[in-house]
């Protein structure tokens, strides 16, 4: 701290050496403590110990584990055990699912302070995670017995059964000085952040629009990070590397596996589609032709129907419910150029999610160039950061199947057409072309999200804060030019939506039917109706509930949804609602003060987009639930633009603090910083929350990539 305000006043190049000496440090003598605790440890070797009745599988200098040996105990230690590390430790496993696995330790032992056996917890190991195959413990005294009891790891999603051998077990064993570069260069980030975005920093001091140097380097470095993450992350899961042969991902690929359907099913509409055909080419089994409802699944299970999940099911044949949009970005022209068939989803959410990114940088750019000159460079790289972080963007490339894709692809288009629309409305009207190319195109990207999530399409009505002082104020719309751009505005609308319905009519008799109520899922579709007591907890848990913290990584617990009535809930765990989980939106409040409408009334469609995005959120909120479910995947129909809403906010606050700052209004002084230090706050709180979420939802990094769980879990908890 003293260095900092010894060397702030002097520039980054002074100060970036001292944070960089900060990180090493602190990696070196903080990230690795333990090699501190630990140097003057006298090793031994608990095998040595190992009563020699119990049943374990005894090789030439190891020991193997199964499923049928899983326990060892160790008799007569009688000397203090500070710590356990496991030597030469091998997965037997020869499934390929299995490569990456772990297991689990309990472990009972007596000590001074304990005469009998007792319980002291549990140690998860994996074979391809050095830094997990090591355990501090907190023992009193000499250790008489302990007893070591191996289990394996079993979820819907993953199973590892016991299959390991290992050379030894190590005893207070001096812990090596493991240097990381990923967790020195991540705190080093977090201090240039700290750093960059304190409130007497140059970001807060200069305009966005001004084109600083050093403000568009700092753009340039937020957006590689995110692009990294969005590059990265849907890989996390080992079995989602590729493109479209026939040996990817080859244990969901095989149509028989009940998770086939969340990889094939756009694979094989681009397939029917290069066919002449709607429907998809497999045929349903007799069994469920011959049911009098294919739609209870009950029925279907009583009759052991083997029926497509997910799929819809009308007139005989099957059908993808999912919107068609993003098979005919991408599975179709791939298959039409390639000839393979089933381009995986992860590539095709990599490109659209980098979309988004550009989007939301484009959006908040033209938001600031419309309503918010004299925004900071701070506050516009905190919002486009908020936009990312405090979406389910990241969320949804952990589990790149076709739900999410289809989700990410319409979020990433409606972000689009927002940019292109605010771009439009800040475009001089003597720029004819290109006004009336960002026009078109704009409702071009916003037609298309209703062949990805209708739901989404709600925000279509952003056009009218977003054009009306233009064409309706300054009445525009009645000139012969206005009148063009309107036609350039309606026409790519009409065209996409006279294919969609076509396309909708051709296949289920409506051209408003998507096909979701024919869905052969765990409930009945066509029979759900609406239901008012599906709201109150749909609305608490998606935006209300507060997020469960827990003391161990990844410190965040998932939670069901609740409720007294006996209804039907279609839902799936939370980690802590929209709005108590994002703090980021709690700005919105002020869009009830007076002041912030007097403020929004000098910035017309400014308020317009802040309120249309609250609404927005609470109308797609109870259409989901009745529709769907409650589901935490659908706060991304909503979230990007509540975000983008929130931006406004935060940036009219900013700016108004700012100038009466400079006015010299003592209360404006007081606040401005604050207001600052919250928003990066809120931004800073998003961003470990986001981190936190990938690890603790379904489907659990923990069992379908463990090195990578265990490897962050342990440069985290850095005092195991």
């Not at 011959?290 to 819809?312: E, I, K």
């Not at 909708?504 to 239901?531: C, I, Q, V």
């Amino acid at each position: 701290v003293a260095g900092l305000r010894s060397f702030g006043g002097r520039g980054l190049r002074f100060v970036v050496p001292l944070l960089l000496a900060a990180a090493l440090g602190g990696e070196v003598f903080v990230g690795n403590v333990t090699y501190f605790n630990t140097h003057s440890y006298q090793p031994f070797q608990l095998l040595d110990y190992l009563d020699p009745n119990v049943n374990v599988i005894r090789g030439q200098g190891s020991i193997s584990l199964d499923e049928s040996h899983t326990y060892m105990r160790f008799l007569n230690i009688d000397q203090p055990i500070y710590n356990l590390s496991m030597d030469g430790l091998t997965n037997d496993d020869t499934d390929p699912l299995h490569g990456d696995s772990f297991f689990n330790f309990r472990i009972n032992a007596t000590d001074e302070a304990n005469s009998n056996l007792n319980y002291f917890g549990t140690w998860q190991m994996a074979p391809q995670s050095p830094r997990s195959q090591a355990i501090s413990l907190d023992l009193t005294g000499s250790v008489g017995t302990m007893e070591l009891t191996a289990s394996g790891y079993s979820t819907a999603f993953a199973e590892f059964p016991i299959a390991v051998t290992f050379t030894g077990i190590t005893a207070n064993a001096p812990r090596p000085l493991r240097f990381s570069l990923l967790r020195c260069a991540a705190v080093f980030l977090a201090l240039l952040a700290v750093y960059a975005l304190r409130p007497q920093s140059g970001l807060w001091h200069r305009r966005w629009l001004a084109g600083n140097v050093c403000d568009r380097a700092a753009g340039a470095v937020l957006a590689a990070i995110l692009a990294a993450f969005v590059v990265a992350v849907p890989f996390w899961e080992p079995g989602n590397t590729g493109l479209a042969t026939e040996n990817y991902n080859v244990a969901f690929w095989d149509h028989e596996s009940k998770v086939s359907f969340v990889y094939e099913q756009y694979g094989a509409l681009a397939h029917s589609l290069l066919n002449g055909r709607l429907d998809l080419e497999q045929d349903p089994p007799e069994s469920l032709l011959a049911l009098d409802n294919p739609y209870d699944s009950t029925a279907r299970d009583a009759a052991q129907v083997n029926s497509l999940w997910d799929h819809a099911y009308y007139n005989g044949r099957y059908y993808v419910y999912f919107g068609v949009v993003p098979c005919l970005l991408f599975q179709l022209p791939f298959e039409a150029i390639t000839g393979i068939q089933n381009l995986a989803y992860p590539p095709c959410m990599i490109v659209m999610g980098l979309l988004f990114l550009l989007a939301s940088f484009g959006a908040v750019n033209q938001a600031v160039r419309r309503w918010f000159s004299q925004a900071s460079s701070a506050a516009y790289l905190l919002s486009v950061a908020a936009i990312v972080l405090g979406s389910q963007l990241y969320y949804l490339f952990v589990r790149p199947y076709i739900y999410e894709y289809a989700i990410v692809c319409g979020a990433s288009l409606l972000m689009l057409a927002l940019w292109l629309w605010l771009s439009a409305a800040n475009t001089p009207v003597e720029h004819r072309g290109a006004l009336v190319t960002k026009l078109a195109l704009g409702s071009l990207f916003m037609a298309l999200v209703a062949g990805c999530r209708p739901q989404m399409e709600l925000f279509a009505a952003l056009a009218l804060p977003i054009f009306w002082q233009r064409y309706i104020t300054q009445k525009r719309l009645r000139s012969r030019a206005g009148a063009g751009e309107a036609v350039a505005f309606l026409l790519p609308v009409v065209l996409v939506a006279a294919g969609l319905m076509w396309y909708n009519y051709a296949r289920f008799g409506s051209p408003f039917d998507f096909g979701a109520n024919y869905n052969l899922t765990g409930n009945d579709m066509t029979k759900r109706g609406f239901n008012m007591v599906r709201i109150g907890p749909a609305v608490f848990t998606s935006l209300f509930d507060l997020p469960r913290l827990k003391s161990v990584f990844p410190f965040l617990q998932e939670t069901e949804v609740t409720t007294n009535a006996i209804v039907r809930t279609i839902s799936e765990p939370f980690v802590g609602g929209m709005l108590a989980a994002t703090p980021f939106t709690w700005v919105l409040g002020l869009l009830l003060l007076p002041q912030t409408r007097q403020s929004l009334r000098r910035r017309p469609g400014a308020g317009g987009l802040a309120w249309l995005a609250v609404a927005g959120m609470v109308i797609i909120t109870v259409v989901d639930c009745e529709m769907a479910g409650v589901l935490y995947r659908y706060l991304m129909d909503y979230s990007p633009v509540l975000l983008l809403g929130a931006a406004l906010c935060w940036l009219l606050a900013e700016t108004v603090l700012a100038r009466r700052a400079a006015t010299g209004e003592t209360l404006a002084v007081t606040l401005l910083p604050v207001l600052r230090i919250a928003m990066a706050a809120a931004v800073a709180w998003s961003a470990v929350y986001r981190f936190f979420t990938l690890f603790a939802t379904q489907p659990w990094l923990q069992g379908l990539n463990p090195s990578l769980y265990f490897d962050v879990a342990r440069l985290v908890q850095f005092w195991m």
